[in-house]
């Protein structure tokens, strides 16, 4: 096969892979301060993606939209905290585990009856063709994907060095019982860490939804492989998620073509059982020693 | 005797009501519900072991009910076999598929063993999907039900069959996970270190555990697929897996009770749900059971007011939006959540857990009571100590990167003796202790224990040679009352083979080890608090546990890491007393100790380091005049030692 | 004394005992997740057809009108759900019959239940040659279950047909990774064989459910040189084929299922779609005036613009009146002698789709068309235009508008 075949191949999947990266990026968020992930990802991102197709139905503008739904998926975050994370925080269980799922399952709900059940076009501002870029096609879309999941994390982490409430952020991350010492309240960071991260899967979705549409089971293969991405990253590694992301993706893509398209999960899943066996925190994650 | 009569009359009674449903009730919907349940029963329990007793989110359960079911399937329509060796493959398969899965698992905890054992169900289900000549792929695979010993089974017989199945189960499971198996799967939850640490290989038992929960999701494959008698992969998947794990979590964790009470909920809410006037009921009686429990906590402030309210607004919402909405069939995953949402928020222990407590309350059922305490000559029988070499370390090194935390060290600790190590912080005393037990393998160096290599950089093995030990930051097994911690780390009293435990007939060995294992704690003065769990006790209870714990491995030689580090005035008095009672037995002790006081009144020979070298040896009225001791825990103008000993993380405290 | 009668009619109702004087039927599929937009639109197709009847006072039996009763049951698209609903449907007394599921994979895990008990079902719109075929391989001689859906074996032969026709050689057949995709492709397989082999397959590439990057499998096709993809699989994903090709610049035209009539294919696809082919059995365009009542109808009745699945809803429809007519013609709400009817319906039975002459008859086990009710001639080539399904050929649309003009009241 011809180099050209294998750069199309591997650029489509890595795209895809930028995507599984920004999800995973909303898990690490949540896991920095509060060693918790919400297992209902997926539904925020599809839930975002149908409240801002609203929005646009609605005659709201493009640049408009975008914000809005961000406001809204920090705040289907917070609400995520407050009715599944906190108590199982104080609590020190992993009731988080259940609950967030069955908050996911709610929203599913929801969503079915609310916007129906079909996939829905998502309208973008950048057209669907595609332009050559050393002889692989990419369209505009995919184009302004990776731009908007850079960007979006870089804001990020712009925000956790630069203010004084992304240090808290990064306080709590660090020890959670030295920041509270420092009269860093852990639990108005952990609110944050939520809101953001709906925020960030709200940006997934509307990012996506011109690539997956928008339904209600849109996300439910993405936040598989994010979680994927995310763990085999590290839930520690920052744009770790990014790299791990886009070699997912492509390697996805070439096992769909070498292989077989029916085996395109198979070498990807049984890396990542190796990947954890020999470095259980992550191929970026910061490697503990066993203390006593 | 009470309650086992109880728990065991309750079980009778399920069992016997379950036989006899199929006699009172000829509706076969009702009959086909009650046969899922029994092997949903079965499927739960399995679960139960990795996700109740050893902690962990376990994705990968609903891979074993397909891969059993598939190779119950495919052994009656490819190989004909009957319904038993069918049944037996299929349980083989979760054995040894589960086996292998647990050797790279293994290492994993939390979210990375959840990502592991979530992508093996999706490898199964590509394997599945994919092999289309073996499976049937994606079509599916059809297939009739083989008679039973050459009779053609009825749907009650089936039925009965699963039934006696969930039985046997039942009994089985309840013998191991009530044995010391049981114990130690549960002790590696809490602290996996010290179970290694007190010789009970977590590898082993977590390979184990995990390999018995499988073959179990293994044998109700084998069930599902003569139940369902048609397969397609896509039954096993992610999908089905979230609602396994509600079982499990909402009919109560570490229970087998909790298990099918989970079975039922998963198996019949969402099939009655479908009837409105049903769903009406159940979300009624809901409502008003959030709002009584609800009010009351709230009243009496038992409960958080979030847990008090969140069920309340949940089924609140699920009644007001009952009335509302035309078609609740639309609804019901919604329905679904919403109700899981207030079991779990508003009962966190699970139906079971809640029923227990409250059942314990209604019939005020004692606990079975102890039986005496072994004398404790038996337990620990004296030693002569004839002073002869026991520990001998030889130019023992650790470094973590540049930090080189022991540095040439060479100590010989005698037979009998309580051997004191002490130094300034950062000296390397906790290396040492963490090097000779296993924890971290030495750099270079060599340590013999009667004169034999001890094992490197395995807690689990060093333990098996004879070294006890206590960690400054406990590390107990914090969900066990304090005589289970106790029988966790006992030494030479469980010698039944796996077989007859599993039948039960392991009884008076554990009476016997109970009673050894109360003789330890009344010599820790903790006899009274045996049933107390171990995270309950006071800070001391819990210093003076860990010395019980460790004894119960009749070590050769015991190490105490600073045992006396926190505690008040009174217990140290206490500590003193109690490990020169231990040392009177004949057990050689080394002692890493800040409290000088303790160490002047116990030891006879004290070793001083500092930046990782030893520095003095002797007498402790020797060696506390010695000037590199003063100079070092007074003068802070040691070159050698700034650059031995910089704040660098690796080092532990 | 109002107390005991609120309670005895919860009791009833709760017990599942209904009123006398009506006819109970079950309406089946998945109205929930992936495969909600066929099952609820098959379910509300039914629930207009059960509307109109009930409003013109209900089926005429035994000198009294009975409205009919429809209980639905969601089984998700998952094979346990179904075999259990069918079992809860088996054990109820008093059912008429069942009308549903989407799933091929349900059929096969539930309706061994259904003929256990004899209980009439039609099967709309499931597609898959083996939720008959079992029956005709199990060789049972008294089948109570019906198809009412252009069964695969139909759709590929046209499939095949239409490629040929069109002058290609090479094409790739590209298909979902579940029951009704793998099953599609052996059709297709089996139906190139059967028309003299004139075309190659260059390519067989699968996708599973949930995939958006297609790259991989249309770069495989476009090596080989296809001129065409003969695909099978739903909707979002076949989308997502269409988008894909755009992006690497593939012209080949889809030829595939009637999914590829869904809306969520034609929207999602946009103009990348235009020119892909199907075999349709209802195009959601009033060339009729039955075909326009229907989905006017429909349109205000569940509030929405465009039907989800256009095909779903009409044969959920007329498979409500097929089975009103033999409730009709037995004289009864007796699930067995509404199969006898059934197998030979005596008067034409007007339809959205077409209109129905003796559309099944006696079972046997040879030929499973006993009990398929479309035929060849049923199914027309319908092609995705600017955002809207068109007749791919001008004479079928004739050939309908003349069949309904002339048979029609």
Excluded at chain 1, 162 to 184: P, Y
Excluded at chain 2, 149 to 158: K, R
Excluded at chain 3, 388 to 395: Q, T, Y
Aim: charged residues 15%; positive net charge.
């Amino acid at each position: 096969m011809n180099l050209q075949i294998i750069g199309q191949m591997a650029v489509s999947g890595a795209l895809m892979g930028m995507v599984y990266a920004l999800i995973a990026y909303g898990f690490q968020l949540t896991y920095a301060t509060s060693k918790s992930i919400n297992f209902g990802q997926g539904e925020l991102v599809m839930v975002s993606a149908f409240f801002s197709l609203t929005l646009l139905d609605l005659g709201v503008p493009f640049w408009l939209m975008v914000p809005g739904g961000l406001v809204f998926g920090a705040l289907l975050g917070l609400l995520v905290e407050r009715a599944g994370v906190r108590l199982a925080l104080e609590e020190k269980s992993e009731g988080w585990v259940l609950l967030t799922i069955i908050i996911g399952l709610f929203f599913f709900s929801a969503a079915e009856n609310i916007w129906g059940r079909d996939d829905r076009p998502f309208p973008s501002p950048f057209s669907p063709d595609s332009v050559q870029v050393f002889g692989v096609d990419i369209t505009r879309q995919e184009i302004a994907v990776a731009v908007g999941v850079l960007a979006i994390m870089g804001l990020i982490e712009i925000f956790k060095r630069r203010t004084l409430l992304g240090k808290a952020f990064e306080a709590v991350s660090a020890d959670r019982d030295a920041a509270e010492l420092m009269g860093i309240s852990a639990t108005r960071t952990v609110m944050l860490s939520y809101a953001l991260s709906g925020g960030v899967a709200a940006v997934a979705g509307i990012l996506v939804s011109p690539i997956t549409t928008v339904g209600p089971t849109m996300a439910s293969a993405l936040i598989l492989k994010a979680f994927s991405v995310a763990v085999v990253a590290g839930l520690d590694s920052g744009f770790g998620v990014v790299l791990i992301g886009m070699a997912l993706g492509a390697l996805e893509s070439l096992a769909s073509f070498y292989i077989g398209s029916g085996w395109r999960e198979a070498p990807g899943l049984m890396l990542l059982i190796l990947a954890l066996a020999v470095r259980p925190t992550g191929v970026f994650g910061k490697a503990g020693i066993r203390k006593v | 005797m009470k309650r086992l009569l109880l728990i065991r009359g309750a079980e009778l009674a399920l069992f016997a009501l379950l036989a006899t449903v199929p006699l009172l009730v000829a509706n076969a919907y009702a009959l086909a519900l009650l046969t899922l349940l029994a092997i949903y029963g079965i499927l739960l329990i399995g679960l139960d072991v990795t996700v109740g007793y050893l902690g962990q989110i376990n994705l990968g359960h609903v891979a074993f009910l397909g891969l059993g079911a598939y190779a119950a399937g495919i052994g009656v329509t490819r190989f004909g076999l009957g319904m038993p060796s069918a049944l037996a493959a299929a349980t083989a398969v979760g054995l040894v598929l589960g086996s292998l899965l647990a050797l790279p698992a293994l290492r994993l905890e939390g979210p990375q063993f959840a990502l592991a054992t979530l992508s093996f169900t999706a490898l199964s289900f590509t394997f599945l999907n994919e092999m289309e000549g073996l499976t049937g792929g994606a079509q599916g695979l059809s297939l009739t039900r083989p008679p039973l010993f050459g009779h053609d089974l009825s749907p009650q017989g089936f039925y009965w069959l699963c039934t006696v199945l969930l039985a046997c189960v039942w009994m089985i499971m309840r013998n191991l996970l009530s044995s010391q198996w049981g114990r130690a799967i549960e002790a590696l939850r809490d602290s996996p270190i010290a179970t290694d640490a007190m010789g009970v290989g977590v590898y082993r038992h977590k390979v184990a555990a995990f390999a018995l929960g499988s073959a179990l999701g293994g044998l109700a494959g084998g069930l599902y697929a003569f139940n369902f008698q048609y397969l397609q992969p896509q039954s096993f998947v992610y999908d089905l897996m979230v609602i396994l794990l509600m079982g499990v979590v909402l009919g109560g964790r570490k229970s087998l009770w909790g298990a099918f009470v989970g079975a039922s909920i998963v198996v019949l809410l969402p099939n009655l749900l479908s009837n409105r006037l049903i769903f009406q009921a159940v979300s009624g009686l809901g409502l008003l059971m959030a709002l009584v429990s609800g009010i009351r906590g709230l009243l009496r402030k038992t409960t958080r007011p979030f847990q008090a309210l969140a069920p309340i607004v949940s089924m609140g919402l699920l009644v007001g939006g009952g009335l509302l909405v035309a078609n609740t069939e639309d609804w019901r995953k919604g329905i679904f959540a919403l109700m899981l949402f207030s079991v779990v928020v508003g009962l966190p222990e699970g139906l079971m857990g809640f029923a227990a407590r409250f059942l314990v309350r209604l019939f005020r059922v004692a606990p079975a009571p102890l039986p005496a305490p072994s004398s404790l000559d038996e337990v620990l029988p004296s030693r002569p100590a004839d002073g002869s070499t026991l520990l001998e370390l030889i130019d023992l090194k650790r470094h973590f990167g540049g930090v080189k935390a022991v540095d040439g060290l060479s100590m010989t600790v005698r037979s009998g003796q309580i051997h004191g190590l002490i130094g300034p912080n950062g000296s390397g005393k906790s290396t040492v202790v963490n090097v000779i037990s296993g924890l971290y393998p030495p750099s270079s160096g060599r340590m013999l224990l009667r004169g034999k290599p001890l094992p490197l950089g395995s807690l689990y093995r060093a333990a098996r040679s004879g070294v006890a030990r206590t960690f400054q930051n406990l590390q107990l097994f914090s969900e066990l009352t304090a005589i289970e911690n106790v029988l966790v780390a006992l030494n030479g009293v469980y010698r039944s083979p796996l077989p007859l435990v599993l039948l039960g007939m392991a009884r008076a060995e554990e009476r016997h080890a109970r009673a050894d294992a109360l003789a330890l704690l009344e010599l820790m003065g903790l006899k009274d608090q045996a049933r107390t769990k171990a995270k309950d006790l006071t800070y001391g209870a819990q210093r003076f546990l860990e010395i019980a714990r460790a004894l119960a491995r009749r070590p050769d030689l015991l190490i105490l890491d600073e045992p006396a580090a926190g505690l008040a005035h009174p217990d140290v008095l206490q500590l003193i007393e109690t490990i020169r009672r231990v040392h009177q037995r004949g057990i050689s002790i080394i002692l890493i100790e800040h409290h000088m006081d303790v160490v002047s009144e116990l030891c006879t020979v004290v070793t001083v380091l500092d930046g990782g070298r030893v520095i003095a040896e002797g007498s402790p009225e020797d060696v506390k005049r010695h000037p590199k001791v003063v100079e070092a825990y007074l003068g802070q103008t040691d070159r050698d030692r700034e650059a031995a000993a910089p704040d660098a993380p690796p080092l532990p405290a | 004394m109002k107390h005991h009668v609120v309670l005895g009619t919860l009791l009833m109702a709760a017990l599942g005992i209904q009123a006398q004087g009506t006819v109970k039927i079950a309406i089946t599929g998945p109205f929930t997740g992936g495969s909600a937009p066929m099952g609820a639109s098959m379910r509300d197709g039914a629930k207009l057809a059960i509307a109109e009847i009930n409003a013109a006072g209900g089926i005429q039996v035994g000198g009294k009108k009975m409205k009919i009763v429809a209980i639905e049951r969601d089984d998700e698209a998952k094979n346990e759900r179904g075999a259990l609903i069918a079992q809860e449907l088996a054990a109820m007394g008093d059912l008429s019959g069942v009308i549903g599921t989407v799933n091929t994979g349900v059929c096969m895990a539930g309706d061994r239940h259904l003929q256990e008990k004899g209980i009439t079902k039609i099967i709309t719109p499931a597609a898959g040659s083996a939720s008959m075929t079992q029956w005709s391989k199990a060789g049972v001689k008294d089948l109570s279950i019906f198809r009412f859906a252009a069964d695969d074996g139909i759709q590929t032969a046209m499939v095949v047909e239409e490629a040929i026709n069109r002058k290609f050689t090479k094409v790739a057949i590209i298909y979902d990774s579940t029951n009704y995709g793998v099953s599609g492709r052996d059709d297709l397989l089996d139906q190139i064989r059967k028309q003299g082999n004139r075309l190659q397959v260059v390519a067989q590439e699968k996708f599973n459910i949930g995939d958006k990057d297609m790259t991989a499998q249309l770069l495989r096709a476009k090596a080989g040189g296809a001129q065409a993809l003969l695909i099978w699989g739903i909707g979002p994903e076949l989308a997502a084929v269409s988008n894909g090709e755009a992006k690497i610049g593939m012209k080949a035209p889809l030829i595939g299922g009637w999914t590829l009539s869904m809306s969520n294919f034609i929207d999602n696809a946009g103009k990348n779609g235009n020119g892909t082919l199907m075999p349709e059995t209802f195009i959601e365009d009033p060339i009729t005036p039955k075909a326009k009542a229907f989905i006017e109808g429909y349109h205000r009745t569940f509030n929405v613009g465009r039907i989800p699945s256009p095909v779903s809803a009409a044969q959920g429809y007329d498979a409500v009146y097929l089975f009103a007519a033999a409730v009709k013609q037995a004289q009864s709400t007796d699930t067995h002698r509404i199969k006898g009817a059934l197998e030979n319906l005596k008067e034409p039975v007007h339809g959205v789709i077409a209109t129905w002459n003796h559309p099944f008859s006696k079972w046997n086990p040879a030929n499973e068309q006993t009990h398929e009710a479309f035929r060849r001639d049923q199914v027309v080539m319908g092609m995705v235009m600017d955002g809207r399904v068109v007749f791919a050929n001008a004479a079928d649309k004739a050939r309908l508008i003349k069949a309904a003009s002339g048979k029609g009241k």
